[in-house]
């Protein structure tokens, strides 16, 4: 969906490296979503946030962090990169507001994120 | 707690049959429920969702899925595959009643169709 875009799109890291993944959006919504996606195990969610002033951790936040510099940006940050946490990465947005579409939730295209 | 379960990690079918992909879900009170589709090297798109109403709910691609109460179950159906439908199918419900508002998403299910 281009109204959701990530960068880098690949990043291939070395362990103990801090990296930034980032994710803009132009659809106005104010939920924004980082989710981690491993071959057999879906999608899991690391951090979420309702508004700027709203951050949450999901279920495997450890290792992670997050910052909201705005309602259209939410960058996700891994401190010191470990091989475990290859992976690729999604960004998402929702608005529930908007009652037709209640949490239907719109992604970014993917960063494949390699750490060696 | 609320999980969703995609009992089968491939489906394959032939082209020009029907295909299921099977989901079931926990949650604690009245589901949110929906499907979407990732293609390779692409990010999850959005195909239906059931919110309320009619049990049967039609959606992109002319793909339909049927919600199921009594068996807590959200079936993903096509009645004639497509090859290019070959793709990785995720399920993920919603508890009405949480304020939190995210989703629970399924392990996939890979669907191939083979011409």
């Known amino acids: 969906d281009a109204d959701v875009t990530q960068t880098p799109r690949n990043r291939i890291t070395k362990t103990g490296k801090r990296i930034m993944l980032e994710c803009s959006q132009t659809k106005g919504h104010d939920r924004m979503y980082w989710y981690r996606q491993d071959p057999g195990l879906g999608l899991r969610l690391i951090y979420y946030?309702?508004?700027?002033?709203?951050?949450n951790k999901g279920e495997i936040s450890d290792g992670y962090s997050v910052s909201r510099q705005a309602q259209a940006k939410f960058s996700l940050s891994l401190e010191s990169a470990i091989p475990n946490q290859t992976a690729l990465y999604f960004c998402?947005?929702?608005?529930?507001?908007?009652?037709?579409?209640?949490?239907?939730?719109?992604f970014g295209p993917g960063t494949r994120l390699t750490v060696l | 707690a609320q999980s969703v379960a995609q009992p089968e990690d491939q489906v394959n079918v032939a082209e020009g049959n029907p295909l299921t992909v099977k989901c079931t879900y926990s949650?604690?009170?009245?589901?949110?429920l929906f499907w979407y589709v990732q293609y390779p090297n692409r990010g999850l798109q959005f195909l239906l969702k059931?919110?309320?109403?009619?049990?049967l709910v039609k959606g992109s691609y002319g793909f339909e899925a049927e919600f199921n109460k009594s068996q807590t179950s959200f079936h993903l159906k096509k009645p004639s595959a497509l090859v290019s439908d070959s793709a990785l199918y995720f399920c993920a419900v919603r508890d009405r009643g949480s304020t939190l508002g995210r989703l629970y998403f399924g392990r996939g299910t890979q669907l191939t169709v083979w011409p």
């Open positions: 946030s309702f508004d700027v002033k709203d951050i």
């Open positions: 998402a947005t929702s608005d529930p507001s908007s009652g037709g579409i209640y949490n239907e939730q719109f």
């Open positions: 949650v604690s009170g009245n589901p949110y």
């Open positions: 059931y919110i309320t109403g009619d049990n």
